[in-house]
């Protein structure tokens, strides 16, 4: 029996972020537009994202906010769509939101009503949408089209968009599908890892800070040359929090990582005074002013922390101070992508368009968001990369 071909304008494989920002764009311009997706549902990472109240994007954005192999790359497309087009997106759709720390915009009711108004736009754009859809492969035409295999229909294109996404959170539909296309087109792949991820410990320090679980600590933490101050959290796995998160994206396996848990007191000069001004109590009584008891019993040894500080000597007290001021880790891994926020790598961006996202030797092949090497940090940047690469590809496509 002779299967059924259908013809379309745009075709975009993954209904997450980018790609229905691309199919709204699209659709708006009169396009014939139709969204694959081999999930049930669309958008469920935007569901997920920000504990489901969508930390969609920031305030301030910049390039400087994003790791890629060409850090250039986003500003285009950072500018032709940008945090403040999204807000009135939202504005237009009265949706509330708020501001949350370091300029972090959250929905304040909930993400699913975020993702109802893509949803909306993408009605009144007139997009169609195929669900628990899975491609078989793709073959490209003459005469720049694009036939698509999925069962039991043969799809032909014009533009070929891969939304398809990274690999975090493979139950929320994600696959590397996007990165075996551009192989497919002979378009570099860049090796990928999971980013804004937690950390796992070896099992002595595992050992050692299990009973630390559930604390959370204000602290700067630091990884090659760059730094975060934030919470970070003892998990019963390792440890976890905003700026452990933040660092993992730079992290590298085998590299330390050194943390200051105090970061807004001089620890030497302030025992330094107490020991001056005569007091007797012990080193561990005086710390439990500035941090929980149970972090100052793992980290610090015990006979200096029972000491009293009369009796603890100057290089004693240094190491101490090192100890809270520069405790240093070296992290056995991450939980990878099973629990990252993101997938850092990936389609190599020096092969793409940065002003439409159109693949620079296969006309009519466009990737937007995550698929791509660019990663934003911890704080809507990977949402504003998404809205904003699906948006740029949405005007060419
Ligand atoms: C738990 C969590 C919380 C997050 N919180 C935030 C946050 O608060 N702020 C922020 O900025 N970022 C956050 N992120 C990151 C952000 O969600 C992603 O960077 C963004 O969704 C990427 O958009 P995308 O369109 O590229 O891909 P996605 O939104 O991941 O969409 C990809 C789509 O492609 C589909 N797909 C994959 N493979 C195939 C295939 N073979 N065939 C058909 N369809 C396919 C998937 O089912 C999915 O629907 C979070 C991520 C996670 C996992």
Same mark, same amino acid.
């Given at each position: ?233 003892? $998990?019963? +796995? ?9 660092? &993992? #994206?730079? %992290?590298?396996? !085998? *590299? ?118 660019? $990663?934003? +940090? ?9 809205? &904003? #690469?699906? %948006?740029?590809? !949405? *005007?060419?496509?």
């Amino acid at each position: 029996m002779p299967k059924s071909v259908k013809k379309i304008d745009v075709l975009i494989i993954g209904a997450g972020a980018s790609g229905l920002m691309c199919a709204i764009e699209a659709g708006k311009r009169g396009r014939s537009v139709l969204v694959i997706d081999q999930a049930l549902k669309p958008g469920q990472k935007i569901c997920l994202s920000g504990g489901g109240k969508c930390n969609f994007t920031n305030i301030q954005i910049s390039s400087d906010h994003y790791i890629s192999s060409n850090p250039h790359f986003c500003k285009s497309a950072l500018k032709q769509f940008s945090q403040w087009d999204f807000i009135h997106l939202l504005e237009k759709h009265r949706l509330l939101y708020e501001e949350r720390n370091h300029g972090q915009l959250f929905c304040k009711e909930s993400a699913k009503n975020l993702l109802d108004m893509l949803l909306t736009e993408c009605r009144g754009a007139h997009v169609l949408f195929l669900f628990n859809k899975a491609v078989i492969c793709i073959e490209k035409l003459t005469g720049n089209q694009f036939k698509i295999m999925t069962t039991p229909n043969e799809i032909v294109c014009q533009s070929l968009v891969i939304a398809t996404g990274g690999l975090s959170i493979p139950g929320a539909g994600a696959s590397p599908f996007g990165y075996k296309i551009a192989e497919q087109f002979n378009i570099h792949v860049l090796p990928v890892r999971a980013g804004l991820v937690p950390f796992t410990l070896d099992p002595t320090d595992k050992k050692k800070l299990a009973p630390l679980s559930g604390i959370a600590v204000d602290a700067i933490v630091k990884v090659s040359k760059k730094q975060f101050r934030e919470n970070i959290l003892f $998990t019963h +796995r390792g440890l976890s929090g905003p700026a452990i998160l933040q660092a &993992s #994206s730079y %992290w590298q396996p !085998g *590299q330390k990582i050194i943390i200051n848990l105090l970061p807004d007191i001089n620890l030497f000069d302030t025992l330094k005074n107490f020991q001056k001004n005569g007091s007797k109590k012990a080193i561990k009584s005086l710390l439990s002013n500035y941090l929980p008891k149970r972090l100052i019993h793992a980290i610090i040894q015990k006979n200096m922390a029972e000491r009293s500080l009369q009796e603890t000597s100057l290089k004693e007290l240094l190491l101490i101070c090192d100890t809270i001021h520069q405790w240093t880790i070296i992290p056995c891994g991450t939980e990878g992508y099973r629990t990252a926020e993101v997938t850092l790598g990936g389609v190599d961006v020096n092969e793409i368009s940065s002003k439409t996202m159109e693949a620079l030797s296969v006309k009519g092949l466009f990737f937007t968001g995550e698929v791509l090497d660019v $990663t934003g +940090r911890l704080g809507g940047y990977n949402l504003q990369w998404a809205w &904003s #690469s699906g %948006w740029c590809a !949405g *005007q060419n496509v």
